[in-house]
């Protein structure tokens, strides 16, 4: 018995495409885990905006 299950990504034979590798379903979880949400990417978005603008504030105080 297959201990994780196989997804094939390849397209049909029929157009010529030849099969792509395998990959572990345990493998393709893992790197979802690591993904941004949405709700985080925005946030990382508007830390770094944040950021941009007291970088230009003191650039501004300081000539």
């Not at 297959?2 to 094939?8: G, H, N, S, T």
């Not at 099969?19 to 941004?36: A, G, H, R, S, T």
């Given at each position: 018995?297959?201990?994780?299950?196989?997804?094939?990504?390849?397209?049909?034979?029929w157009l010529?495409?030849?099969?792509?590798?395998?990959?572990?379903?345990?493998?393709i979880?893992?790197?979802?885990?690591?993904?941004?949400?949405?709700?985080?990417?925005?946030?990382?978005?508007?830390?770094?905006?944040?950021?941009?603008?007291?970088?230009?504030?003191?650039?501004?105080?300081?000539?």
């Amino acid at each position: 018995m297959v201990k994780y299950a196989k997804l094939l990504k390849a397209a049909s034979s029929w157009l010529g495409f030849e099969e792509m590798e395998y990959q572990d379903v345990k493998d393709i979880l893992n790197c979802q885990q690591d993904e941004l949400t949405s709700d985080k990417l925005q946030r990382k978005q508007k830390e770094g905006k944040t950021q941009m603008m007291m970088n230009i504030r003191k650039l501004l105080r300081s000539s």
